[in-house]
């Protein structure tokens, strides 16, 4: 069987989480770097597998995905047998697709903000930074109680749901984490594990 294909910009792209997956179910993967500069996001064999010309996408032997958290998705549950996905038929289920999709959907949404405050006058940065912090004390309604009371998001243990927020959390990680609080905890933890610190999600 050929190794599963990423194709991303750097080890520091959204391609983090799906390579520190990878890692996790061990599952071997082949990285397929490609340089933005020279075109290669929009070359039409590129396009083909993803119509946007963003990354990461990933090709398994023809099954081709793109958005970083139906990959992980796909792939916790392509390889259960490693128990980073509840089963179909778990009570815990609910609670991981919810997750999921929460950290790229409504987590990444408002972190993402945080790069792209370059180039934007004092005035205009305030304003942006305002409306983070505003949001990031709303999201933070919903981490914090669960990281406060357990190690995990799930209180089964480990799971694909951890890559994800970790891999997003840092992003505005001044807000979102302050010191003391189970967040915090949470990504020292999570900063830890030795294969993260392998593909160098938190570099
Ligand atoms: N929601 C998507 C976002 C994908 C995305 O926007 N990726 C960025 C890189 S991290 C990208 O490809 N940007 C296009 C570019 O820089 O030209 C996901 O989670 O996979």
Redesign the pocket.
Same mark, same amino acid.
């Given at each position: 069987m050929s190794p599963i294909k990423i194709y991303s910009?750097a080890l520091q792209? @959204?391609s983090d989480r799906v390579r520190w997956l990878l890692e996790e179910l061990h599952v071997p993967y082949e990285n397929i770097f490609l340089k933005?500069k020279n075109g290669e996001?929009n070359s039409p064999e590129y396009r083909k597998l993803n119509p946007m010309? @963003?990354?990461?996408t990933i090709n398994d032997g023809g099954t081709v995905i793109? %958005?970083?958290?139906a990959i992980c998705l796909y792939l916790a549950d392509k390889y259960r047998q490693v128990k980073l996905a509840p089963e179909i038929n778990d009570p815990l289920r609910a609670e991981y697709l919810q997750w999921m999709v929460f950290s790229?959907a409504t987590l %990444?949404c408002v972190v993402a903000k945080m790069f792209y405050l370059d180039g934007k006058t004092e005035a205009e940065k305030n304003f942006e930074l305002n409306y983070i912090k505003e949001q990031c004390e709303i999201l933070k309604l919903a981490i914090e109680p669960v990281l406060s009371k357990q190690d995990y998001f799930l209180k089964s243990g480990f799971s694909a749901i951890d890559i994800m927020m970790a891999a997003v959390l840092p992003g505005a990680e001044e807000f979102l984490a302050p010191a003391g609080s189970g967040t915090a905890r949470f990504l020292e933890r999570m900063r830890a594990r030795p294969l993260a610190k392998k593909v160098e999600v938190f570099a």
């Open positions: 910009m792209d @959204r933005k996001m010309g @963003r990354v990461p793109h %958005e970083s958290a790229t %990444e």
